[in-house]
C-alpha cells in the first residue's frame, strides 16, 4: 500500500499512542471516525476501544472492501465497496483470478479494472476489463462507491447508504460525484 496506509501497533485502552502522518502535502483520514489530520504532524489517540487499532488512510486512496471470506472461493464479492478518501488524486487496480491456479495470468486467465480518481472533478474512471478472464468470473459487477466523511463510510462495516452504485459490465465508465 505504500503510504496509503498507516497502522500503529495495537495496545490497551489505558495507554495512549503519538503516530506521526508523514508530509506529503495532503492529509490523513482516521479510518475508524473519517476524521482528518494534516500530514507532518503528530496524532495522539487516547482511549482507544480494544478491538480497534490506530488505522489512518491517505487522501487520494481507493480502498476496496468486499464480504468477509473464511477462503477465496467461499462466495462471489459482489457486490464490492470502494472507499474513495478525498483530498488527492488516486488510482487503484482491481486484479482477479480463480483463486486457485498458479499459472492464471501466464495463460492470461485473470481479470484486471483500472479506477482512477481525480480529486478536481470529483470524478472516477473504471477502465475497460483487461485480461482474458477466468472460470467462474463475475461478466456482471457491481460496485458501491462511498465518499468517505466523518461518520460516512468509516469503520469495518460496509456502509449501507452508497454515494453511487455502478453495474459494471466490463467497459469503461466515468462516474461523476
Known amino acids: 500500500f505504500g503510504h496509503s496506509i498507516l497502522v500503529a501497533p495495537i495496545y490497551t485502552e489505558s495507554?495512549?499512542?503519538s503516530v506521526y502522518l508523514p508530509f506529503d502535502k495532503n492529509y490523513y483520514f482516521n479510518f475508524f471516525t473519517g476524521k482528518?489530520?494534516?500530514?507532518?504532524t503528530v496524532v495522539t489517540i487516547t482511549?482507544?476501544?480494544i478491538d480497534e487499532m490506530a488505522l489512518f488512510i491517505?487522501?487520494?486512496?481507493?480502498l476496496p472492501l468486499?464480504?468477509?471470506?473464511?477462503?477465496v472461493t467461499e462466495k462471489q464479492q459482489d457486490p464490492l465497496e470502494f472507499r474513495i478518501y478525498r483530498g488527492a488524486n488516486g488510482r487503484f487496480i482491481l486484479y482477479e483470478d480463480d483463486g486457485e491456479s498458479s499459472s492464471t495470468h501466464q495463460n492470461d486467465q485473470y481479470s484486471s479494472i483500472d479506477f482512477n480518481w481525480n480529486d478536481t472533478m470529483s470524478t472516477l474512471s473504471i477502465g475497460e476489463r483487461n485480461g482474458g478472464?477466468?472460470?467462474g468470473m463475475l461478466t456482471k459487477r457491481t460496485f458501491n462507491f462511498i465518499i468517505v466523511k466523518?461518520?460516512?463510510g468509516t469503520g469495518l462495516d460496509i456502509e449501507m447508504k452508497?454515494?453511487?452504485?455502478?453495474?459494471?459490465?466490463?467497459?469503461?465508465?466515468?462516474?461523476?460525484?
Open 15 to 17: 495507554q495512549s499512542r
Open 36 to 40: 482528518t489530520f494534516k500530514s507532518g
Open 47 to 49: 482511549n482507544l476501544p
Open 58 to 62: 491517505r487522501a487520494g486512496t481507493i
Open 66 to 71: 468486499g464480504p468477509d471470506l473464511q477462503f
Open 133 to 135: 478472464g477466468f472460470p
Open 150 to 152: 466523518e461518520g460516512h
Open 162 to 177: 452508497p454515494d453511487k452504485i455502478v453495474n459494471y459490465t466490463g467497459e469503461a465508465i466515468a462516474v461523476t460525484f
